[in-house]
Nanobody
Framework: QVQLVQSGGGLVQAGGSLRLSCTDTGRTFSRYGMGWFRQAPGKEREFVAAVSWSGSTITYTDSVRGRFTISRDNAKNTVYLQMDSLKPEDTAVYFC???????????????????WGQGTQVTVSS
């Protein structure tokens, strides 16, 4: 069972950096692809980045590619989202999520993710 606890986030000026962390308190983290999603006020939740269970495949949404970096440390049961060159339009609640099924190809649709973190606010001021 995957149980996700998020940390990080906060308020930063445009151009700044933040790192989000998401730790699985269960014991099966290394078998699941992991993703980050975000939801801005009044908008639908959108995909941000994902990393496969093995770490060999990574993908990003176009708006963050080159600025955000997703990584995972299976020894620490943790996935990270390093966010650099932040823009006001990155302001949102960010969620980490684990794919519903283990050892599967990387997914980017939220319906394919069955366990979610509690969410953390990221606010970028202009």
């Amino acid at each position: 069972q995957v149980q996700l606890v998020q940390s990080g986030g906060g308020l930063v000026q445009a151009g700044g950096s933040l790192r989000l962390s998401c730790t699985d308190t269960g014991r099966t983290f290394s078998r699941y692809g992991m993703g980050w999603f975000r939801q801005a006020p009044g908008k639908e939740r959108e995909f941000v980045a994902a990393v496969s269970w093995s770490g060999s495949t990574i993908t990003y949404t176009d708006s963050v590619r080159g600025r955000f970096t997703i990584s995972r440390d299976n020894a620490k049961n943790t996935v990270y989202l390093q966010m650099d060159s932040l823009k006001p339009e990155d302001t949102a609640v960010y969620f980490c999520a684990a794919q519903s099924l283990p050892l599967r190809p990387l997914k980017t649709q939220d319906v394919d993710f069955g366990s979610w973190g509690q969410g953390t606010q990221v606010t970028v001021s202009s």
